[in-house]
């Protein structure tokens, strides 16, 4: 219930559980294959693969951020999503919270696609990228502003995070994005201290203006892969 009760308060983090929720939705009413999904169905949903002599729309490193794998995936994604929001949109600024989630999810793909070139085939789907990257936010913004308490519990996820992923990829098991991760945190913690520095809540005008954008963004890069197949 307390999860809940923060969503009331977090109206743009429910935005986005909602449109990941019914993009999963939609993929499993489509698909027929259940609620786990192969890589043929992903890379239609909008999914990022990186491949030799493969050529995709960059808009992927955008859908891909709204792309999962299964129920338990989605499933831990927005729970922590929900998580972060909850405590983190109002003070970081709402339209600012929805443009951090694209821009390091977009940011945290590119990374990856970037180090796949060099290490071979992959794909990458999944809000995490963008999740840690609005945890970076929130945990240099907290840190920056004197809540140090807050700060060093979202660097314990942090490091959870990221030393699971890392512990599974050492080990041979490649489950989890690591450069998405890496990406979207440095992206993010640099957002938070941009934040910090404005000292004043996000003007009326911009914060609507970088809520539009970003689902207008979405949305666009959903129709771009989806009406021209790449």
């Not at 027929?32 to 909008?46: E, K, N, Q, W």
């Not at 995936?73 to 922590?80: A, D, Q, S, T």
């Not at 970088?210 to 949305?219: P, T």
Request: proline share 3%; hydrophobic share 60%; glycine share 12%.
């Amino acid at each position: 219930m307390r999860w809940f009760r923060g969503l009331r308060q977090a109206p743009v983090t429910a935005a986005l559980i909602a449109v990941n929720v019914l993009i999963y939705v939609a993929m499993a009413a489509l698909s027929g294959r259940g609620l786990s999904f192969d890589t043929p169905i992903l890379v239609a949903a909008g999914a990022s693969v990186t491949a030799p002599d493969v050529v995709v729309s960059h808009w992927r490193w955008l859908t891909a951020a709204f792309i999962h794998v299964n129920l338990l995936h989605i499933f831990m994604n927005m729970w922590v999503l929900g998580q972060i929001g909850a405590i983190s949109e109002k003070a970081i600024g709402r339209g600012l919270f929805a443009a951090t989630y694209v821009v390091t999810g977009v940011l945290g793909n590119v990374l990856s696609s970037a180090l796949a070139a060099r290490t071979g085939p992959t794909l990458s789907a999944g809000a995490s990228g963008a999740i840690m990257g609005l945890i970076g936010m929130a945990a240099t913004f907290a840190w920056r502003s004197g809540q140090r308490a807050a700060a060093r519990a979202l660097a314990f996820n942090i490091l959870f995070v990221l030393g699971v992923g890392l512990s599974l990829s050492a080990r041979g098991v490649h489950l989890v994005d690591n450069a998405a991760h890496i990406g979207g945190l440095v992206a993010g913690a640099l957002v938070g201290l941009a934040r910090v520095s404005m000292r004043r809540p996000v003007p009326p005008r911009l914060d609507r203006a970088l809520l539009a954008a970003s689902f207008g963004l979405a949305a666009l890069g959903f129709a771009v892969v989806q009406l021209s197949g790449a």
